[in-house]
């Protein structure tokens, strides 16, 4: 197998990585990342807890805005 060295800037590199699908892109930051796989379970442990806190006070956190679920984790670090 014959290894070809294509001379790339870095911004060339960074708009080839830009056109790559979702799944290609995550592909890459598995490369450039050999945690995200931890980084990524730990943040959907985190989902599934806010989630579990808001029902447990009978919010929908799904429902929420952007500016309420901030407003809802203010007052969950206030209460502690």
Same mark, same amino acid.
């Given at each position: 197998?014959a290894?070809?060295?294509l001379?790339?800037?870095?911004? $060339?590199?960074?708009?080839?990585? *830009? $056109? ?6 995550? %592909?890459?930051? *598995? ?15 985190? *989902?599934?807890?806010?989630?579990? !806190? %808001?029902?447990? *006070?009978? !919010? ?13 984790m ?7």
């Amino acid at each position: 197998m014959a290894i070809i060295t294509l001379p790339l800037e870095e911004n $060339q590199l960074i708009d080839l990585a *830009r $056109q790559l699908s979702p799944d290609g892109k995550r %592909a890459l930051l *598995r490369v450039l990342l050999p945690d995200l796989t931890s980084f990524e379970d730990l943040v959907e442990y985190g *989902r599934e807890r806010i989630q579990a !806190v %808001a029902q447990a *006070r009978n !919010v929908q956190w799904l429902d929420l805005t952007e500016v309420e679920r901030e407003q809802f984790m203010e007052q969950l670090l206030h209460e502690l």
